[in-house]
């Protein structure tokens, strides 16, 4: 075994697996133009107060899943950082820190890239994951709530991933989820006793995170606990009903479940997870979100509601191969320059070096290797093309020898771009269409 490998519950993706991750991002962004988002970056790491305050500090997701940054030696800001475990708290801590509360509202903003959480590893589950993010701050819905489900659902359909449902629950606000909070707390205190160690600590802390619970002893108390939707204001109840009637119009079927509580604390309201129904296995949420409209207030701004998703990309590459839907293919280059006289790898290089500028996608052969050896490898890589570079270089051409229909013609170099691109144009090449 080798003695370097990547951290444990991290991997490397690998051409062909990065190809599937870009075919995902590719649809991502183009979603994202088509439904009015804007690109937004923020740093890998956030001064943890960001998610302690954003995300809750009695989440699993803080207390237990946060990856500490520790500065150098010489830092002397002392500040407290931490990875991104999610990106919606560092969005809305530079919605507060740019003033974006003066822009038309909502402000639409979307981010694709990696988050860290330090769970314990396993199939669809890493230290280190890729999500797609959409969030619109500025809107109190409830119309928008039911654009970025069903957003969420077209990205799933333009992966090509069949039966994907939208779960969905209104968590109340701050007016009626008090209420119901200590309700449950009262629920569950008077069947403590039946509590595993864990929950009981829970109850004191966050009731809600009981709902929410992997443990097996804990699924009868939940089927049986009071549930949020017959808790809910007037407000909260109206909005939630809205939304459902939005959705019915954009041809959404949700599955209402009033027990889901979501792991993130910052939520409010309208509260959604992703799952491929009938999928084999732990289910595992394919993606996930809601309002929250108390989070930019908590963040330092003015009470500003706002709504998002994130789709965990890993999970939906996953998804895809058991599916069959997308194998990974490993990207091929089209057009090899290989040359009868191994010494002279300039020329070769050359000739790729003008085909790459002239947009064409190339490698040159710079083995010093006889000219079968270069066509073998060219063959074996699946290229379409070889330009050979041999005695006809003297008259200012080379031979293209055509591996898919097994011809090979003269071509003065001078035409060498334009009648590549020719014969590449007949048929469809590159690392995109993987
Ligand atoms: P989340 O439910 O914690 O929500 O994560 C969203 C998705 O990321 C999950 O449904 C799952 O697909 C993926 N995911 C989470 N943890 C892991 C992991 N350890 N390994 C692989 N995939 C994982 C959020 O993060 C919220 N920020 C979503 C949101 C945006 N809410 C409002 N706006």
Redesign the pocket.
């Known amino acids: 075994m080798p003695r370097y490998q990547a951290p444990r519950?991290t991997r490397d993706l690998l051409p062909a697996d990065r190809a599937v991750f870009l075919r995902l991002e590719g649809i991502a962004r183009s979603l994202a133009v088509r439904y009015g988002f804007s690109p937004i970056e923020t740093p890998l790491f956030e001064q943890s107060e960001v998610f302690e305050r954003g995300?809750g500090a009695v989440t699993d997701?803080v207390e237990k899943?946060l990856f500490r940054v520790q500065a150098g030696r010489g830092d002397q800001e002392r500040e407290r950082w931490a990875l991104r475990?999610?990106?919606?708290?560092g969005?809305v801590r530079a919605y507060v820190q740019h003033g974006m509360q003066t822009l038309p509202q909502p402000v639409r903003l979307t981010l694709t890239g990696p988050?860290f959480?330090y769970?314990r590893?396993q199939a669809?589950?890493?230290?280190?994951?890729?999500?797609f993010?959409?969030?619109a701050i500025g809107d109190a819905g409830p119309a928008i709530d039911a654009e970025i489900v069903e957003l969420g659902l077209r990205f799933y359909r333009e992966a090509g991933l069949d039966g994907v449902e939208v779960i969905l629950n209104s968590i109340g606000d701050a007016a009626c989820r008090p209420a119901y909070v200590e309700r449950l707390r009262a629920w569950f205190m008077e069947r403590e006793d039946r509590l595993p160690e864990l929950e009981r600590e829970r109850l004191g802390t966050n009731p809600l995170r009981l709902l929410d619970s992997k443990d097996e002893r804990m699924a009868e108390l939940i089927a049986a606990a009071p549930t949020i939707a017959d808790h809910l204001c007037a407000e909260c109840a109206t909005h939630f009903a809205a939304v459902r009637r939005h959705l019915e119009v954009l041809g959404v079927t949700p599955r209402l479940d009033p027990r889901l509580v979501?792991?993130?604390d910052?939520?409010t309201r309208t509260t959604f997870?992703?799952y491929r129904s009938g999928a084999e296995g732990q289910q595992?949420?394919?993606?996930?979100?809601?309002?929250?409209d108390g989070l930019v207030e908590l963040l330092g701004g003015k009470p500003t509601p706002?709504?998002?998703?994130?789709?965990?990309?890993?999970?939906?590459a996953l998804a895809l191969s058991a599916a069959g839907g997308s194998e990974p293919v490993a990207p091929r280059v089209p057009v090899v320059v290989a040359g009868a006289d191994p010494e002279d790898t300039v020329t070769r290089l050359a000739i790729a070096t003008r085909l790459r500028a002239a947009g064409i996608t190339a490698r040159a052969d710079l083995a010093v290797r006889k000219l079968g050896r270069q066509l073998e490898a060219a063959a074996r890589e699946g290229a379409h093309l070889v330009v050979i570079c041999g005695d006809e270089m003297a008259a200012g051409q080379v031979q293209v020898k055509d591996l898919e229909a097994g011809t090979q013609r003269r071509v003065e170099l001078a035409d060498l771009a334009r009648e590549i691109e020719r014969t590449l144009a007949q048929h469809r090449h590159g690392a995109g269409e993987a």
Do not use: K, N, S
Not at 284 to 292: E, F, M, P, W
């Open positions: 519950g995300v997701v899943e475990p999610e990106p919606t708290a969005i988050m959480r769970d590893p669809g589950r890493y230290r280190q994951f890729w999500q993010d959409v969030e979501r792991g993130l910052y939520y997870e992703f595992q949420a394919l993606g996930g979100g809601g309002r929250y706002g709504i998002g998703f994130g789709i965990g990309l890993d999970r939906v």
